[in-house]
């Protein structure tokens, strides 16, 4: 989805073969009409270029930064290092099942900290959902939408509940 509003999330990720995964997050927040904006920039490849983005970020707008990268997935922790808005990181899988990008991100060492989600689509997923959740402290009509999020979510875990006991 196209959106005109000047984004407030952005979902960074180190490689565009990234996106595949990424888009998961992308998804969620048009469904709840936060514009987001996407963003391919490696801390390894093109590091002045994650500098500039992150530095830049806050006052573009940017309220909360997604950060996703396999490998050693050092993204989410460049960018946190250039900027005090929150950097959620999710691990992607681009070999050793996601366990090298996992140890990568969640292991930040004090005084820069970065959240870590799941490793693969269920991190991207919930990245934007947090996102969510921390625009929602300041945004009623968007609390609102996420709690109905939640509670159609639980009426389907109830709906296959009922269907199972129907076996
Ligand atoms: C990371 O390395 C990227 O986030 C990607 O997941 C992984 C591999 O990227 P490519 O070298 O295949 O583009 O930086």
Known sequence: MESNKKPVVAIVMGSHKDYE???EAKEVLDDFGVPSEL???SAHRTP????AFAQGAASRGI????AGAGKAAHLPGVIASWTTLPVIGVP?????????????IVQMPAG???GCMAVGK???????LYAVAMLALTDGELADKLKQFREKQAAEVRKKSAE???K
């Open 21 to 23: 995964v990424m888009e």
């Open 39 to 41: 963003v391919v920039c």
């Open 48 to 51: 002045a270029d994650a500098q």
């Open 63 to 66: 309220k909360v930064i997604i």
């Open 92 to 104: 992607l899988d681009a070999g050793m099942f996601g366990i090298d990008a996992l140890l990568s």
């Open 112 to 114: 820069v900290p970065v």
């Open 122 to 128: 269920s991190g991207a997923k919930n990245a934007a």
């Open 164 to 166: 199972l006991k129907e």
